[in-house]
């Protein structure tokens, strides 16, 4: 009969070996997942990004493989957007190495554009995260980000922009889509106490209390800069499918679904079923703009005392109008309520500068604001 010291022995040598395995098996998984990102990394250099960082390192042992990305930036091919941060974590458990957790610690700097021009930025969050997941053949099936407290400014517009909380989730099918009909991803939008500059804030106001969209987007977008990859998609007939869209600006509460495209200069065009609420003061908002008389103003109320509905769960009468966008110009109903401007500013702009480094000493203090 085996001795009581050999069976600790024998458990401890197979805890030892246990131990062994799964320490080779943590190591043969992170010298794979830092080859994956390298490849990534390289792919998509080979399509014009530039993608930079000041060093990498893999760690997170035993129960993750963090990859750490310092002081990393990208930047889109043609100079249409760019972006910087402090540090980039991306961490996946060892038994499930096609899902990935992200988190970007630190400030953030980018230039995007913003109506019709390209803006530098500067951002803090408290929460910057996301995951992605993918199939065995290395395609993104699903990405998710979460953004809490985001306190941005605009040193060139004077303007500051201020968010609660946004969510994003992004997927896309098994393959890519090939003619227009197809499905290349699929969106789900939602922020929550956005704070617009003054500048975008219009009619209704600088907040908008809550935004959600659900969207598909058909047609195929090809991997290049975002000039030539919407060119392309509006080329061959691509479109944004919304058949949900639900916002709360000021007065107005709206509810919509419809489809966008864009037009020869990149401006959106748009045709959506939209029901409002709340028309009576934000006709009362429009007035104070001068963007409507008073007497068109009066006119309005008395089709909406005719036409508005209470809907079936109650609340607010609503009534059904036209919303829509069309060479520049953006129409509720009749009514011309602003512009809309391209997507992406003319290409004599020049392209957008890589941000420099995110310090400390460059960020904005929370709440900060010009």
Known sequence: MMSLRRLSFAAIAAVVAAAGAYAGYWWWGADKMDRTVTGWIAEWRSAGYRIDYAEKTVGGFPWTVRIRLIRPALADPGGAWSWSSGNLDLSAEPWAPTRYTLSAAGGHEAVVPVAGRLVPMRATADRAEGSAEFDLDGRLRQADITLENVDGVAPDLNADLKIHRATVTLTQPATPARIHDDEEAALDLLVQGLRLPAALAGPLGRNIEHTSMRAR?????????MRRALETWRDAGGTLEVPWLSMEWGPTKLRAEGTMALDDLLRPSAAFDAKV???????????????????????????????????????????????????????????????????????????????????????????QSN
């Open 217 to 225: 987007l058909k047609g195929p977008v090809p991997r290049t800069d």
């Open 277 to 367: 609420a709340g028309l009576s003061d934000t006709l009362d908002a429009l007035v104070d703009a001068k963007l409507i008389r008073p007497d068109s103003a009066r006119l309005a109320s008395v089709g909406l005392l005719l036409f508005a509905r209470v809907p079936p769960g109650g609340g607010e009468p609503e009534l059904t109008v036209p919303l829509s966008a069309l060479d520049g110009d953006v129409y509720l109903g009749p009514i011309k309520m602003g512009r809309v401007l391209p997507v992406l500013p003319p290409e004599q702009a020049g392209h957008a500068p890589p941000p420099a480094p995110v310090t400390a000493e460059t960020l904005p203090a929370p709440g």
